[in-house]
């Protein structure tokens, strides 16, 4: 994952032409200036002024570059940053107030807010697009990418060249060796085309992604409403994060930025041209979504951008895990091949913590568990509600928790416990809210339940390392 921070004024006023105005396609690496506008030397960072409204603060330039790090978490302790406003906001009605503000408005809105916690997701055309609104915004901003290990040449090339070009330092972040040898040695390289991409992207680019966050209070992505017809078409300009957690740990706990959300693929090819700024050469040769080498291939005239992507699966479900929260329940429903009726009998969403080290409870074996006092292993389980959000924003992390936990000697279990069971475990087995975590002792009847709202792998492993 790349982090990059740069030192950056502002003067004088933005150019009031628009960057949005129609040009020709093209096949250079560089966008090429063609079309009805008139192209001037590329001023000098420091010349570039951008004059919104609503501009609250100024930030301080950095006085010096960070250096390459392996993670984006100890560099927000060591540079120096704006501070960042505190307390609850409603970005719902934050996003309704932005929905027809320009990417340039919202880019400098969400720097503002965020300070040094906040950094953009690099990866392909649209993310230099954001890297090329930061810049303009005049204030400092990181920049985090993911290197699976299986990424185009061209790619890494595009890498290098945004580096020079905007004078930043990518900071990648890299998969777990032992997890992506363990994957390759029992399942080999090319799984994917078997049984689907989501172990691979999981492993190589989704747990990656949850280290790098961690460190983050708000990110910023390239989601554009037309990528995907079946997952994108109604993102936020902002919201609260659906899926990972951010530094203060907990459901809510990260804000995700979509300044691009209602530009159009043809509007955002037109601003890099426009701006003359590096771009994938794969992009010439017929490619539009790029991601890994083996899940990526060129689409033909009139084909959907996503087409080139896991072209072997369904066209309407096409996310990598990065973005799951855009799935709709009905479509995480039939890519499981299970679900499970809400209690009030009126929609079908997907069961979840499928994974096989997670053991399903039925009503009679968790009241066995509870009867139990002299167990031969404790029991860590999860009361949850599959249609619950909080309970779908910590699957990842509970079913990474059972994967490090298997073989340790502590079982991992779950128990829907919403419809005819809430009222049992409510009585029985203190449940609150949903998910509610518990600990069963080894020799012990009664469970300890898990008091915090922090829900990643460690916090959690710390919890049953303290009691076992």
């Not at 040009?23 to 001023?43: C, M, N």
């Not at 400098?108 to 993310?127: Q, R």
Request: charged letters at 25%; one cysteine or more.
């Amino acid at each position: 994952m790349a982090l990059a921070v740069t030192t950056t004024s502002s003067s004088s006023t933005a150019p009031s032409t628009s960057f949005f105005s129609r040009l020709g396609s093209s096949s250079d690496v560089k966008a090429p200036q063609t079309g009805s506008f008139r192209f001037l030397e590329r001023p000098h960072v420091s010349s570039v002024v951008v004059n919104l409204t609503q501009r609250c603060s100024s930030i301080r330039p950095l006085n010096a570059q960070p250096q390459r790090n392996d993670s984006i978490v100890p560099l927000a302790a060591t540079i120096v940053a704006p501070e960042v406003e505190k307390g609850q906001e409603d970005f719902e009605q934050l996003a309704k107030d932005l929905e027809n503000a320009s990417p340039l408005e919202i880019m400098d809105k969400a720097l503002e807010k965020f300070g040094n916690d906040i950094a953009i997701a690099f990866s392909g055309a649209e993310d230099v697009a954001l890297i090329e609104y930061a810049h303009l915004t005049g204030r400092p901003y990181r920049v985090f990418s993911l290197d699976t290990g299986r990424l185009n040449p061209e790619t890494y090339r595009l890498f290098d060249a945004v580096e020079k070009h905007y004078g930043i330092h990518i900071e990648y972040m890299f998969p777990d060796a032992v997890e992506v040898q363990a994957l390759v040695r029992t399942k080999g390289l090319f799984s994917f085309y078997e049984d689907g991409h989501q172990e691979c992207c999981r492993v190589r680019k989704v747990r990656p992604l949850r280290r790098a966050l961690k460190g983050l209070r708000a990110w910023i992505t390239g989601q554009r409403k037309d990528q995907s017809p079946g997952t994108r078409s109604e993102i936020p300009v902002v919201q609260v994060d659906p899926v990972f957690e951010g530094l203060d740990g907990g459901a809510g706990s990260l804000v995700k930025w979509n300044p691009v959300a209602n530009v159009n693929g043809l509007d955002v090819w037109n601003f890099l041209r426009t701006m003359d700024v590096p771009v994938n050469s794969l992009h010439s040769q017929g490619y539009v979504s790029i991601g890994c080498e083996p899940c990526t291939r060129p689409v033909l005239p009139g084909q959907h951008e996503r087409e080139g992507r896991w072209w072997w699966e369904d066209a309407k479900a096409k996310e990598c895990g990065l973005h799951k929260g855009n799935l709709k329940q009905e479509d995480t429903a039939q890519l499981n091949g299970n679900g499970a009726t809400h209690s009030n009998g009126s929609a079908t969403v997907a069961d979840i913590f499928n994974s096989q080290n997670v053991i399903s409870l039925s009503r009679a074996g968790i009241e066995n568990l509870t009867k139990l006092e002299n167990r031969k292993e404790p029991w860590l389980v999860v009361l949850y509600a599959p249609w619950c959000r909080f309970c779908q924003a910590m699957e990842e992390s509970y079913d990474d928790l059972a994967e490090k936990l298997a073989g340790s000697g502590v079982k991992v279990a779950k128990f829907r416990a919403d419809g005819e069971q809430k009222e049992y475990a409510k009585s029985e087995l203190e449940l609150g809210s949903f998910p509610t975590i518990l600990f069963f002792p080894k020799h012990s009847s009664r469970p300890i339940k898990y008091p915090s709202e922090k829900r990643d792998v460690d916090s959690l492993t710390a919890f049953v390392n303290a009691l076992r």
